[in-house]
């Protein structure tokens, strides 16, 4: 059967050629297509982390939902000791946040004041390659401020200008001082550029009277695909039924359902292009095997059963698909891994769509060898299904019958 395959596919030359190039081409475009869609989100997501979130954030249960002073951590070094041993975990570092009002010259504007440690921010997040103007924070820069673009453009200021700010201290007492600018950020966020500004936590601490407290602890992995094994580990460490640990897929809900609605919908469109596809290749078929009437009507009367012409079939369009794919992948792959390396950059994208979240005008693919081997699946799939109703076409007739049709 698969001789008399092969010898069919150099006799039809037409079909076979056109039944190849809609492989190849179906081929191409889902692999390259779901590398970038795979890329894109990847992107989305490293670059979200990248600005401040962590990969895991440990909470007080009520911190997140209702808020205030009495939900802060009060024993930030009994977790971090425990943080300590865990050996999945590159870094972490406690974080101190508050809201206040801070206050220019001439302008006012509601900020959200982090207190972090700068040298392992430098780790942990892209504050520090951020930096536009100025310089960053260090243990002991004292009352300097680093703050966002456009929260500079807000107040009107320049680096060495002094800030003004007042908020409420972890005590809940009231807390004022003057801050000096002493950098600029731009993470490319225009939310969080233009509501966020950072002081060591060394200063800030004495001002907000929360030496050993942390609104959360923020964590960074070896491995991000170990996340949840090294979420249920963290969870057993603390063993506290008032404490959260939270990953990127809870912190960033809103981005993780917006990617996976992005993907839905990416999947319907190249679905739509796939069955496209599928009805060519099938109709194409069912148009040559109409003409092959009589042939598989003698070949039924020298003794072939059904299944034989299915395996005749099968063959067929096995060697075809596999010589088109043969031929994508390659191509595909090559297409995959350069622009892994070397990401598209459309000029001007992540500021058209900066209240979105995109902060980068790269747009990377994904070169994933597991994805490709399942898309080269689906296509294999469809085209062994398009052979489905020319069988069934052939087989309704009878042999004698066959043989004498026109």
Partial sequence: MFNLALKNIIFYKGRSITTAVLTFVSAMLFVVFVSWQDGSHNSMLENSLKIYTGAIEIYHKDYRDIGGNEYLIQDAKNITDKLSKIE????????????????????????MIGGVEPSKEIVLSSLYSALREGEFLSENSGNCLYMGTELVKKLRLHVGDEVSFIGGASDDSFAADIFKLCGVFKTGSFEFDGS??????????????????????????KNLDDIDAVNSEILNVLNDENLESLTWKTLMKTMVEAMEVDSVFGYIS??????????????????NVSSRIKEFGVLRCIGLSKSNIFLLLFYEILILSSVAIILAVPIAGYICYYFELNPVVIE??????????????????????FTISWNIGVIYILNFLSILYPYMYINSFEPIEATRHV
Avoid at 91 to 108: A, C, V
Avoid at 270 to 287: A, E, P
């Fill in 348 to 369: 001007g994208i992540a500021e058209m769509y900066k209240d979105y979240g995109i902060v980068s005008d790269e747009i990377p693919f994904d070169f994933n060898m």
């Fill in 88 to 111: 999945a975990i590159e870094i972490f570092s406690t974080r101190y946040e508050t809201y206040g009002l801070l206050s220019s010259k001439e302008y006012s504007a509601a900020s």
């Fill in 196 to 221: 966020s500004s950072f002081i060591a936590r060394s200063y800030f601490d004495k001002l907000m009277y929360a030496q050993n407290k942390a609104s959360y602890i923020t964590i960074k992995l």
């Fill in 270 to 287: 190249l679905s739509l292009f796939l069955v496209v596809i599928f009805f060519v290749i099938m109709i194409y078929g069912f148009v």
